[in-house]
T-cell receptor, first 116, second 113 residues
Framework: AQSVAQPEDQVNVAEGNPLTVKCTYSVSGNPYLFWYVQYPNRGLQFLLKYITGDNLVKGSYGFEAEFNKSQTSFHLKKPSALVSDSALYFC??????????????FGSGTQLTVLP | KAGVTQTPRYLIKTRGQQVTLSCSPISGHRSVSWYQQTPGQGLQFLFE???????NKGNFPGRFSGRQFSNSRSEMNVSTLELGDSALYLC????????????FGEGSWLTVV
């Protein structure tokens, strides 16, 4: 079985400061990891993904994430937060080893608030 | 390139009725999956279709069903609606499984009264 944990329901950060949204995962095979963002009353927007290769992945809107296999983590980061980054962020995993587990399993989400 | 399109965006149904939601995937995408989002349960996988075949199904009762057409468009149906079915239903598409990016639509907001 695959699972994702986002340990923080809420993260507050001041505008201009770096932000981190945490994610840990569990899969039996190799993980395919994704970050999505959701604005109020909207669907999910893809930010970035890790499949293989470089552990530091760069994505949309200046976001990046670091894959750490030993800690089974995939934390989302941004060097300088903007008020417009305030939204709900979801980490998701798909098990690359299991042909049947094609669905994404999502974390519970982290509400990011960037304070002006 | 158009994104994933879902219709209708908002709907209100009465308990006991049925509802059909529609999804048009991104052109060229053959995999379509559906997710339910609620405040209490978060995002939960419903089912996935590829080339008109259901490849995977989540842990939902048989009242939830879906299908995919030859043009990859998909519909999901919920029969005998319950109050707890009120949710945002999200459709997503990708080229196929594996590491391919899954793109989501704006969702269909279903309220059951």
């Amino acid at each position: 079985a695959q699972s994702v944990a986002q340990p923080e329901d809420q993260v507050n950060v001041a505008e201009g400061n770096p932000l981190t949204v945490k994610c840990t995962y569990s899969v039996s095979g190799n993980p395919y990891l994704f970050w999505y963002v959701q604005y109020p009353n909207r669907g999910l927007q893809f930010l970035l993904k890790y499949i293989t290769g470089d552990n530091l992945v760069k994505g949309s809107y200046g976001f990046e994430a670091e894959f750490n296999k030993s800690q089974t983590s995939f934390h989302l980061k941004k060097p300088s937060a903007l008020v417009s980054d305030s939204a709900l962020y979801f980490c998701a995993v798909r098990d690359g080893a299991s042909g049947s587990a094609r669905q994404l399993t999502f974390g519970s989400g982290t509400q990011l608030t960037v304070l002006p | 390139k158009a994104g994933v399109t879902q219709t209708p965006r908002y709907l209100i149904k009465t308990r006991g009725q049925q509802v059909t939601l529609s999804c048009s995937p991104i052109s060229g995408h053959r995999s379509v999956s559906w997710y339910q989002q609620t405040p209490g349960q978060g995002l939960q996988f419903l089912f996935e279709y590829f080339s008109e075949t259901q490849r995977n199904k989540g842990n939902f009762p048989g009242r939830f069903s879906g299908r995919q057409f030859s043009n990859s468009r998909s519909e999901m149906n919920v029969s005998t609606l319950e109050l707890g079915d009120s949710a945002l239903y999200l459709c997503a598409s990708s080229v196929t499984g594996g590491g391919n990016t899954i793109y989501f639509g704006e969702g269909s907001w279903l309220t059951v009264v």
